[in-house]
């Protein structure tokens, strides 16, 4: 690897360890003393535990990007690289389009004439021309009606999760719209209906599980705080925006969709089952949410990228591990926390006792969360790990020499 491309590792390495050294220094250095001054390196030792994976799991992605279209895009001026970028969103269908244009870009002469020209081809790629605007403005109204419809309707009947509903819908909304300006169907790159499905019922899931706990426990709204309730909106967008309308190269290894759903299941089958065991003693499915993910991430990961034979499909393995299990575990948890506290009077969490009902919200927003921040780099370490076993090329085996890292 050349000296500049171990610079360019650093800054990836910076970049992913800086959000957790921000997060231990505003929630622990600046939050409230703690009652012992070793908990400072208590949790700078935790902090930094859940970094390392996510540092390692990078690199590697940034290796196998380097290799694969990093080391050729390093050579290119601006305007060919911003053109790159927006050819990569393309659907399959308009790749043709992507390359012409790209051709065209070389004969392009002069540094301003080809960053208007480049510019002009992204904003055409992200929104290109349409005959009609009549299905953007149909989407678009839909949406306004829906948010409106959410605004009135949960303000009467659930007001605990007005703030959610509204947020959500109105970044669902905000996604179809722009589905509907790049002229792609929801359902057009969707990842097959086995996964699209698990990914519409787990979302369905959630909030249903979320309002049952409301409408059986009203003062528990008071736990679905704001920054909670935009947390929950964002991920359940986010996890059926995947489901739906995923980028394409999340979707070229069906046997990676398969081992994803299978992962996931595994999460929230192994949820439920830790948490009636612990009925009755003080404990609860923590030590499951955090040691879980690693393995059955890894292990998933593993073996998509053994048989594959191909880094990419470890990863897109761990994608689709993270987004079926963290709904699934979702889904289960607050069904399970009724179920406990209903019997013996505990959170779920850890058993522990004397809390009101609504905190199980609380923890069920932080397990939704922990699942793929805990899991995710070692699916990415797994799938690395694979492919190193099976003796599988790199991505970028046919770049030159001094091209690869």
């Not at 030792?45 to 990007?65: E, F």
């Not at 679905?224 to 359940?236: C, Y």
């Not at 890894?298 to 073996?303: D, I, L, P, R, T």
Request: aromatic fraction near 8%; include cysteine.
């Amino acid at each position: 690897m050349k000296g500049a491309d171990r610079r360019h590792e650093r800054l990836v390495t910076a970049a992913v360890a800086a959000p957790f050294a921000a997060f231990w220094v505003i929630v622990f250095a600046l939050g409230e003393p703690p009652e012992f001054p070793s908990k400072y390196a208590t949790s700078a030792i935790l902090v930094a535990g859940i970094a390392t994976p996510w540092v390692i799991a990078a690199r590697l992605l940034w290796r196998d990007w380097w290799a694969r279209s990093g080391a050729r895009l390093s050579t290119v001026d601006g305007p060919a690289r911003l053109l790159a970028a927006a050819v990569a969103t393309l659907p399959g269908e308009r790749r043709d389009w992507g390359a012409a244009m790209a051709a065209e870009l070389g004969r392009v002469q002069g540094s301003s004439e080809r960053w208007r020209f480049a510019a002009g081809c992204a904003r055409a790629a992200i929104f290109p021309p349409r005959a009609s605007r009549v299905p953007v403005l149909v989407v678009a109204a839909l949406s306004a009606g829906a948010l409106a419809a959410a605004e009135i309707g949960l303000g009467h009947t659930l007001p605990g999760m007005r703030f959610f509903g509204v947020l959500f819908v109105a970044l669902v909304g905000a996604m179809a719209t722009l589905a509907a300006a790049r002229s792609r169907g929801v359902l057009a790159t969707a990842p097959g209906p086995t996964l699209a499905g698990a990914g519409v019922l787990g979302v369905a899931a959630c909030i249903a599980a979320t309002a049952n706990f409301l409408v059986e426990n009203p003062a528990a709204g008071e736990h679905l705080a704001p920054s909670a309730a935009a947390v929950l909106a964002a991920v359940l967008a986010g996890c059926l925006w995947l489901a739906l309308t995923p980028p394409r190269g999340l979707t070229t290894e069906r046997l990676s969709r398969g081992l994803g759903v299978v992962a996931g299941l595994a999460l929230g089958l192994g949820c439920v089952f830790t948490s009636r065991l612990s009925i009755h003693t003080n404990g609860g499915p923590v030590v499951w949410v955090i040691l879980a993910p690693a393995v059955i991430f890894f292990a998933a990961s593993a073996v998509a990228a053994s048989v594959g034979r191909s880094f990419r499909a470890g990863v897109q393995a761990a994608v689709w591990t993270g987004v079926v299990g963290a709904l699934l575990v979702f889904a289960v948890w607050l069904p399970e926390a009724l179920h406990r506290y209903g019997v013996d009077a505990r959170l779920l969490l850890d058993g522990e006792r004397g809390h009101s009902i609504g905190e199980n919200l609380d923890d069920a927003v932080w397990v939704l969360v922990a699942v793929p921040i805990l899991g995710l780099p070692f699916g990415v370490i797994g799938a690395a790990a694979a492919r190193r076993w099976r003796g599988a090329p790199p991505s970028g085996t046919n770049l030159p020499e001094n091209a690869r890292c």
